[in-house]
């Protein structure tokens, strides 16, 4: 069993117009931006996506955005530092969005990869994002309900892995990488480097190779930040005359 693939290109070509895409990432913190612009060269459009953002500057997730891929977001925080692309979009309503506190987006990963349909939690109580769902009283106290979360991919970045797709995370790099591995149909990892089998410790091991589907080794990721610093525009690559 060899999960290893041979680019980019190859992990994503299966996903289609339509799909749900799971993007790993807090910020720039494991952010897989080479799948990210794999997947942009690849075209596939209509796309919902969860993410804990919706990137930063011109590149990425803010790429994939401006290219007019993505019909929805659900996520935390629509507006960071360095959000150019989201904002002018959805003011001109070219995008939909599904605000989702933080604690409540990881556990309605969580749920969908557990197989936890809907859960009840007290966050956003008497808040607009309240608004339309279920709510219940539990020991005197009312409790709002919200539906776990899953995705026909997942895209993630990882620190390595064996062949067989076990994976281990840089710090917080790690953040939603291995519980969207669990919610998603399909798991593409880019990680920064291919180890032997048995060079991982198995108690070191965070997500296991059966939630993993490819792997590609980018051993020097691009760093986001240093991309907006440079006011770098990624553009798909039939736009870059490499098709």
């Excluded at 897989?32 to 796309?47: Q, T």
């Excluded at 500057?57 to 659900?74: D, H, P, S, T, Y």
């Excluded at 539906?147 to 995370?169: C, E, P, S, V, W």
């Excluded at 080794?217 to 006011?231: A, Y």
Aim: hydrophobic share 40%.
């Amino acid at each position: 069993m060899d999960k290893q693939i041979n680019s980019c290109a190859q992990a994503v070509k299966d996903i289609k117009d339509g799909d749900t895409i799971m993007i790993g990432g807090f910020g720039e913190a494991g952010s897989p931006i080479e799948l990210i612009h794999a997947l942009i060269d690849h075209g596939a459009k209509n796309l919902t996506v969860i993410n804990n953002n919706t990137g930063s500057g011109r590149v990425g997730l803010a790429a994939l955005i401006e290219n007019g891929q993505v019909a929805k977001m659900i996520c935390s925080y629509p507006r960071t530092a360095n959000s150019m692309v989201f904002p002018e979009l959805y003011r001109n309503g070219k995008i939909e969005l599904e605000l989702v506190p933080q604690g409540t987006l990881a556990e309605r990963i969580r749920a969908g990869g557990a197989g936890v349909p809907a859960f009840y939690t007290k966050t956003s109580v008497g808040t607009p994002l309240a608004e339309g769902k279920e709510l219940r009283n539990f020991d005197g106290e009312d409790y709002v309900m919200e539906r776990g979360l899953k995705a026909d991919f997942a895209l993630i970045k990882a620190k390595q892995a064996d062949r067989y797709g076990n994976l281990t995370f840089n710090k917080t790099a790690r953040n939603f990488a291995p519980i969207m591995a669990m919610a998603a149909k399909n798991t593409l990892v880019q990680v920064n480097e291919l180890v032997d089998l048995g060079a991982i410790d198995p108690e070191h091991v965070v997500t296991p190779g059966i939630f993993v589907n490819s792997i590609i080794e980018v051993s020097k990721p691009q760093q986001e930040s240093q991309l907006v610093k440079d006011g770098v525009v990624y553009l798909p690559a039939i736009s870059q005359g490499e098709k």
